[in-house]
């Protein structure tokens, strides 16, 4: 028994689920259930008439987070 420590790193290249471009931004959109990331801009035309964020991937509401 014991602690157990590992370490987790960031992918070198991030691509965007939606426009599947790579992500050269230092704002990114990443969710936190099933871990894809979009571009901030290609996130807010997805959602531009939503009043909630949903993640086109998993459709789970309220897990995107801006980094």
Not at 40 to 50: I, R, Y
Not at 58 to 65: D, I, Q
């Amino acid at each position: 028994m014991g602690n157990q420590h590992s370490v987790v790193t960031e992918p070198d290249q991030l691509t965007c689920l939606i426009c599947w471009e790579t992500i050269n931004q230092n704002q990114y959109v990443l969710c936190g259930r099933c871990n894809i990331a979009m571009h901030d801009t290609c996130t807010n035309k997805l959602l531009e008439n939503q009043t909630f964020t949903k993640c086109p991937h998993c459709r789970s509401v309220g897990v995107l987070g801006v980094f």
